[in-house]
């Protein structure tokens, strides 16, 4: 069964770094993009980047300059660099991957991100 596996999170002050992993348990094959979501209090759950097989990458509008997705060689761990956070960043980040012909997802159970002083 694959589980994926977040770690990073945690309280930061504004204008703060911290770096989000998401590590794939078990197998996956043909991974088609993977990347990271996140969800506020109150808020629907929006897409923060992705980043494809081919290595397209895409942002949101609100942490482009400030987010870095990235992936390890083999594709089965993604990173999200996040610099200059603000108190609006904070929510709980969600990673994914989804593979296959019926781009099945997977979900990693979250991890909380707060951004206060």
């Known amino acids: 069964q694959v589980q994926l596996v977040e770690s990073g999170g945690g309280l930061v002050q504004p204008g703060g770094s911290l770096r989000l992993s998401c590590r794939v348990s078990?197998?996956?094959?043909?991974?088609?993009?993977s990347g990271w979501y996140r969800q506020a209090p109150g808020k629907q759950r929006e897409s923060v980047a992705t980043?494809?097989?081919?290595?397209?990458?895409e942002y949101a509008d609100s942490v482009k300059g400030r987010f870095t997705i990235s992936r390890d060689n083999a594709k089965t761990t993604v990173y999200l660099q996040m610099n200059g956070l603000k108190p609006e960043d904070t929510a709980v980040y969600y990673c994914?991957?989804?593979?296959?012909?019926?781009?099945?997802?997977?979900w990693g159970q979250g991890t909380q991100v707060t951004v206060s002083s």
């Open positions: 980043i494809t097989s081919g290595g397209y990458i």
């Open positions: 078990g197998s996956i094959s043909d991974i088609n993009a």
């Open positions: 994914y991957f989804s593979s296959g012909l019926e781009w099945n997802e997977h």
